[in-house]
Nanobody, 119 residues
Framework: QVQLVESGGGLVQPGGSLRLSCAAS????????MGWYRQAPGKQRELVAQ???????SYTDSVRGRFTISRDNAKNTVYLQMSSLKPEDTAVYYC?????????????WGQGTQVTVSS
């Protein structure tokens, strides 16, 4: 059984920092592309950051330079360090595990963790 368990969300003031963690089980973690998505009220879920099995990272433009994604394969955990947070970063953040391509793709999701940026 695959499980992705997020933690680290909460309320933070603008300009503050948070670190999200996602612990995975039931998969060979090092082989999977890991990502963080977010969904704000009334908006579609969007990809925030992604890290491949070779540690190649990518970010959506609105967070580049402020957020850092990393992984620890020994702990089966992916992190999202968020700095210089803005109110528009407020959303539910979801951890994603992705593998495969074309017609052979698998995706797993965590339950989400709320991040609220407000003074």
């Amino acid at each position: 059984q695959v499980q992705l368990v997020e933690s680290g969300g909460g309320l933070v003031q603008p300009g503050g920092s948070l670190r999200l963690s996602c612990a995975a089980s039931g998969i060979i973690f090092r082989l999977w592309i890991m990502g963080w998505y977010r969904q704000a009220p009334g908006k579609q879920r969007e990809l925030v950051a992604q890290i491949t099995s070779r540690d190649t990272t990518s970010y959506t433009d609105s967070v580049r330079g402020r957020f850092t994604i990393s992984r620890d394969n020994a702990k089966n955990t992916v992190y999202l360090q968020m700095s210089s947070l803005k109110p528009e970063d407020t959303a539910v953040y979801y951890c994603n595990a992705h593998i495969g391509s074309g017609s052979s793709v698998k995706d797993y999701w965590g339950q989400g963790t709320q991040v609220t940026v407000s003074s």
